[in-house]
């Protein structure tokens, strides 16, 4: 930081840390509550199923059983509406 040498100089200083600081306290902000939105129950459910999802895909590709192929996709489909509604009730409860 360089020398003040005036009042003028200090004011604008000052404005220039408290700028700093909002945009910092903003970025906090913003980070909190992404990492929080990483972890509700409903997004990590969601990730493993796309996991699950990704593993039945590459595993369709080596079995060519039709019946497998469409009970699973049935399956991930339900977990996937699943997911997402319970998505919506968690963030209704934490609104509140």
């Known amino acids: 930081m360089k020398k003040i040498k005036n009042l003028g100089h200090l004011r ?3 404005a220039v840390l408290t ?7 903003k970025n906090v902000r913003l980070h909190w509550n992404n990492l929080k939105e990483e972890f509700y ?11 699950l999802n990704h593993l039945a895909s590459a595993e369709k590709q080596n079995d060519r059983n039709i019946l ?6 049935g399956l991930t489909l339900l977990a996937h509406k699943l997911a997402d509604v319970a998505d919506e009730k968690f963030k209704k409860i934490l609104k509140k």
């Open 12 to 14: 604008e200083q000052k």
């Open 41 to 51: 129950p409903s997004h990590l459910a969601s990730e493993a199923i796309s996991k």
């Open 19 to 25: 700028a700093r600081r909002l945009q910092a306290e």
């Open 68 to 73: 497998k192929s469409t009970f699973t996709y």
